[in-house]
């Protein structure tokens, strides 16, 4: 950029100060502002540099870098009606004409002729003249905050405008000058506010560029990307002294971001008597409910400490962590009373007081569900190789945990505490396993059960939901799912491909609409078909994500719908060879000239050639290569190596060729012709082992 272009930019700072912003939306309120600035910028003709975007509970801010001065100056062109209409039979100016130019605000003269697609039209082209970045930038600052992505609006004192939480400040400026802003009956001004305890006061901004770090003057950090990496480097350091190892999953990570704007690191801790409560149940309320780090030791169990982050500095840090200590012993109380008082009842007593709780009005209560997935887990117990009478067991335990005081404080931990029951309940090692793992995974991010019976009592609670549902019409529409049906669904999928369950999808709704029973599934056909279909639009979604491309996907599926490993083994392949094969084109373009050969015969073509019919070398050629391989291409079909099949049927290209290039395929002889299409008809046949290749697209 030359010195005269950068002395006609400036930079520019836009912030929106406001209550706390919720701690999860903050990193998409960020982005979206940034996006939706530069596309507003670009809109209105204002070229401009980096657009830094920043993010603190207490403000959204936009730092834009070398913003020119001026817009562009725009032209736009105005069609009017067609030039053979412009004028009548006696040559005048018709009153179509007139009022176009008429609107357009000039005389017909001045009227231009533009050349369209469907003919001349009467056209006007005007030029915006440029415009000034300072009259711009305000409309652009309301429009950027109006088309941010909020997820609930707030409305405060009498206003009839709503934001996020409510707005106390806003800032305009570009350069040295404060832009004429207003919103949410606020007028924008030229400074800051710091941190709310610690520097409340305002902040002058000397420059755009110095929005940062005079911030930081201020005791705020207002980089998000740079608050985390201090957040995380001062945690990990205060576990390495420890000898200990946080507990930090991105997603708390994020939240505690969120939480502070001058993040400060403390060590609390908590009596050693309350590590006898599951771990699971230590960490939900350490993470969950008070956002704090667990630390694990060098043993790899829990420590009776833990790191969490003040959003001030205290004179007397103590003080804080008293206070914090104070909390968590609270909740930590509860959470050992409920689990000492539920151990006092196994979960085959509290069996039958399920029966009290409604799991879904027509399908029964929680009781009749267990009821049910004892019948499904015995059922799909040899298709996961796994006991069918532990199986059985803890399908009937493992909605028991639901009347525990643990689970009724927690929600979160239901199965998990009911693994913890049945283990000190004395029930089976494998038993106890599936019970905690049944619900897993609970979200995209989670863990499938680790545990053959988990998995498969996992497959069998998604399903009886599923199916259940549908069977009662509660079926999901556009973004409806109220019931998180395509969650399930997607479980069900992630656990037969992670863990390579060989379950056909057809086969077990098939047993699941059984066992749920005509009372409650009316029409199994249609139900049937539905809940399949849903499952189709789950798996294309779930391979495209994958990252395989959609005609791929519908290719496969076309032969292999249900049986989720076997098609994501295709899908391996035929994606591998279509990328790497040398042939993958030309072959791919000769089979689908054989399905187009084979599909113009209205009679399906059966039977074997006989080689006594041929009268073309070519043919014959192509015969004897492909008996030399058709034994070995049915072996790597039958046992799944579809990479190998591709590989062998490759190197027919040659031979079809060659075939194609010398063999009239639809001889005027019935008997020759028909000898020929039977001998595609062979080669169609191994192909669609694989996928149907007429649906690639591309080739």
């Not at 400036?10 to 912003?21: F, K, P, V």
């Not at 533009?114 to 930038?137: C, F, M, N, Q, Y």
């Not at 059960?449 to 009662?472: V, Y």
Request: glycine share 6%.
């Amino acid at each position: 950029m030359s010195a005269h272009e950068k002395a006609q930019r400036e930079d520019c700072l836009l912030e929106i100060g406001c209550e706390e912003l919720p701690a999860r939306e903050q990193l998409t309120l960020r982005d979206a502002a940034a996006a939706h600035m530069a596309r507003l910028l670009d809109e209105a003709g204002l070229e401009c540099g980096q657009i830094t975007a920043y993010v603190t509970p207490r403000r959204l801010a936009l730092w834009i870098q070398d913003l020119a001065l001026h817009s562009h100056p725009r032209e736009s062109i105005r069609r009017g009606p067609p030039v053979e209409r412009a004028r009548d039979a006696d040559g005048k100016i018709t009153p179509a004409a007139e009022g176009f130019a008429r609107s357009c605000g000039v005389s017909f003269a001045d009227l231009h002729t533009l050349e369209t697609e469907k003919g001349p039209v009467l056209a006007w082209r005007e030029i915006e003249a440029a415009r000034s970045s300072d009259s711009l930038l305000p409309e652009i600052a309301s429009q950027t905050i109006a088309a941010l992505p909020l997820r609930k609006r707030m409305h405060w004192g009498s206003r009839q405008d709503s934001f996020l939480r409510p707005v106390r400040w806003l800032l305009l400026r570009q350069g040295q000058q404060v832009l004429d802003w207003q919103a949410f009956d606020l007028q924008a001004g030229g400074v800051s506010f710091g941190h709310r305890v610690h520097h409340p006061e305002a902040i002058l901004i000397p420059q755009p560029s110095d929005y940062a770090q005079a911030l930081m003057q201020g005791q705020v950090m207002a980089d998000y990307d740079l608050r985390r990496q201090h957040i995380a480097h001062k945690i990990s350091a205060m576990a390495e002294d420890l000898g200990a190892t946080p507990i930090l999953p991105p997603a708390l990570l994020d939240e505690i971001t969120g939480l502070n704007e001058w993040p400060v690191i403390l060590l609390g801790g908590f009596a050693e008597d309350y590590l006898r409560i599951p771990e699971e149940a230590l960490i939900t309320v350490m993470m969950q409910h008070q956002r704090y780090v667990p630390l694990r030791g060098e043993n790899g169990q829990l420590i009776a400490q833990y790191v969490f982050a003040a959003n001030l500095h205290s004179q007397d840090a103590q003080v804080v962590i008293h206070g914090n200590n104070r909390v968590l012993r609270a909740r930590l109380a509860d959470a050992a009373f409920f689990w000492d008082q539920d151990r006092q009842k196994s979960l085959a007593e509290r069996l039958p007081e399920l029966k009290q709780v409604l799991f879904q009005e027509g399908l029964g209560s929680i009781y009749d569900k267990t009821l049910r997935l004892q019948k499904l887990a015995r059922a799909l117990s040899p298709f996961c190789q796994v006991n069918a009478d532990d199986l059985e067991r803890a399908a009937a335990l493992c909605k028991s945990d639901l009347l525990s005081g643990v689970v009724g404080e927690f929600p979160e931990l239901q199965g998990i505490m009911g693994g913890h029951y049945a283990r000190h309940d004395g029930e089976k090692a494998e038993v106890a396993a599936a019970i905690g793992q049944h619900y897993l995974p609970n979200g995209r991010d989670d863990d499938i059960p680790s545990s053959r019976a988990g998995q498969c009592l996992a497959i069998a609670d998604k399903l009886d939901t599923l199916c259940g549902f549908f069977a009662i019409g509660k079926v999901p529409s556009g973004d409806r799912d109220p019931f998180a049906l395509r969650r399930a669904a997607l479980g069900i999928l992630r656990i037969m491909l992670n863990a390579d369950l060989i379950l056909h999808l057809d086969t077990v709704v098939d047993l699941t609409l059984e066992t749920l029973g005509r009372a409650i599934v009316k029409d199994p056909t249609a139900v049937r078909s539905a809940v399949l279909d849903f499952f189709q639009d789950r798996i294309r979604v779930y391979f495209k994500e994958e990252g395989f491309r959609g005609d791929q996907i519908n290719a496969v599926l076309s032969r292999q719908p249900y049986q989720m490993v076997d098609a994501r083994q295709r899908l391996e392949a035929l994606s591998d060879f279509l990328a790497n094969h040398p042939s993958a084109d030309a072959l791919t373009a000769l089979i689908k000239r054989i399905n187009n050969l084979l599909r113009k015969e209205h009679q399906e073509v059966t039977g074997e050639p006989d080689p006594q019919c041929f009268e073309d070398p070519a043919e014959r050629q192509l015969w004897t290569h492909w008996q030399a391989m058709a034994e070995s291409v049915h072996t790597h079909l039958q046992q799944g190596h579809y990479t190998g099949a591709l590989d062998l049927l490759a190197g027919l290209r040659p031979s079809v060729d060659q075939f194609f290039d010398q063999v009239m395929v639809m001889a005027e002889n019935p008997e020759i012709r028909q000898n020929r299409l039977a001998l595609l008809s062979r080669l169609q046949d191994s192909f669609l082992g694989i996928a149907d290749f007429a649906q690639l697209q591309g080739s």
